[in-house]
């Protein structure tokens, strides 16, 4: 690729009949002036080609590490879920045991309680019985003596 620094440096061969070689020489001029200038544009273009290629390469690489975050963050709250579901699972066993455990000393305390008072029952029964047959046997005392 020609620089301006060529352009300009360019010596053509004088010849009989030639061209004018001042206006030759501003012709170069103007030409190296508006070549310069498109060379530095191009530079400083490739430049920021360059510094964008960077940059989206940066901004692809932070994509892929946010999507693996949204992915692991994913993972995690499934695996929280799964936790919890079978926490509670846990839970829910450990009361039903509880309660059937509940029931069933209760049942057994009634059942103890039942038998308690039918047993107290006859005993008051045993007591009338025996108190009747007392007084009875006072009565008929009584009945003697008078």
Known sequence: MLTPIDIQNQDFA???RG????????FLDLVGADYERLYKEN????DKVA?????????????QTLQQSIMLA???????????AHKADVIVNEAQSKSADAV??????????RNELSRLKLEVESF???????????????EKME
């Open 128 to 142: 009338k019985t025996r108190i009747k047959g007392n007084c009875s046997g006072l009565l008929e005392m009584l």
């Open 19 to 26: 061209y004018d070689a001042d206006e030759v020489d501003d």
């Open 14 to 16: 004088v010849k009989l």
């Open 74 to 84: 994913q993972k995690a709250a499934e695996d929280i879920e799964k936790n919890a």
């Open 51 to 63: 510094s964008q290629k960077t940059e989206i390469e940066h901004y692809k690489g932070m994509e």
């Open 104 to 113: 069933r000393v209760t049942e057994e305390e009634l059942v103890k309680k």
């Open 43 to 46: 530079i400083e273009l490739r």
